[in-house]
């Protein structure tokens, strides 16, 4: 969590950076964003369940999942607060500071999509889903999200997809170490 | 004095609930900046290598602790070229990449 800060620290305090948090912003809802983020939302979360069922990921090395002095509900509990707080790093970052970069370098289009979305992937090589199955799932779910963000012109639409998965990942963990 | 307030506020609102503004187009020295940040965003994470299951306390550097000192100085040596480009964005990525990567130094 000290990267984050540092981070933040650094581009609030120097005047000639702050001009770079332009991404910064929930974005425009319209009925067929609403619409778009309702199915991508329940595709990404019935993706993740087949990832889970067919390639048996071990996701139960998740942040104190191994406490056993906590009963279900507060484990469940602190997975939704991971969730939140995950999404919005994992966000900032990848859909917003990089995708705003790969969009000044590229002009818009596909390309940074694909690129932030390879990069979110390389990201979860060594995480919670690890190896190359890893690195696809999340990589797929990263062109989604980088859509959303484009589609929706905000960080908010991929940020609620974020969260559902991320949540999703922390239930799986829990029932795998059940 | 209160209407200015509401002005102001009204303005952070729209600023904070708005769309996204398209960025404007880098120059040629800060395209390149970033394009090598997007390269290290991608291929650091593939430096470290898990040896056993999911446990993320055993992570090690392919090549050793060397290759963690050679990875924190492309990404310092990337992070002057885009100070140098004087392009916010530039700067803004490289940083990133400088501060959430510098810890690959650390693994054995």
């Known amino acids: ?178 | 004095m209160d209407t200015s307030r509401d002005e102001a506020s009204a303005i952070g609102r729209a600023r904070v609930l708005g769309p996204i503004p398209e960025p404007g187009r880098s120059r040629r020295a800060a395209s390149a900046a970033i394009m090598m940040s997007a390269g290290l965003f991608i291929a650091i994470p593939l430096s470290a290598v898990l040896p056993t299951g999911a446990d993320l306390t055993a992570l090690i550097m392919r090549g050793g602790s060397l290759m963690g000192f050679v990875i924190l100085l492309l990404c310092a040596v990337v992070l002057v070229a885009a100070i140098a480009s004087r392009d916010a964005t530039a700067v803004s990525i490289a940083l990133l990449v400088f501060l959430s990567h510098s810890r690959q130094r650390r693994l054995p």
């Open chain 1, 1 to 178: 969590m000290i990267m984050p800060v540092a981070y933040i620290a650094v581009v609030w305090s120097v005047p000639s950076l702050s001009g770079s948090l332009g991404w910064l912003r929930v974005g425009q809802f319209s009925p067929f964003l609403w619409t778009a983020l309702a199915v991508l939302a329940i595709l990404s979360v019935i993706g993740l369940i087949l990832y889970f069922v067919t390639i048996r990921p071990d996701l139960s090395h998740q942040p104190v999942m191994g406490s056993h002095r906590m009963n279900p509900a507060a484990l469940f509990a602190v997975g939704i607060g991971i969730a939140v707080l995950n999404a919005a790093v994992e966000e900032s970052m990848y859909r917003g500071i990089l995708m705003n970069a790969l969009d000044a370098w590229l002009g818009g289009g596909i390309l940074p999509i694909v690129l932030q979305a390879i990069a979110f992937g390389t990201l979860h090589f060594n995480s919670t889903e690890p190896g190359v199955s890893g690195v696809l799932i999340t990589a797929l779910l990263g062109l989604v999200l980088g859509w959303l963000r484009r589609a929706g012109r905000g960080m908010l639409p991929p940020y609620i997809v974020h969260v559902l998965v991320d949540i999703g990942v922390w239930t799986l963990g829990l029932l795998q170490t059940a």
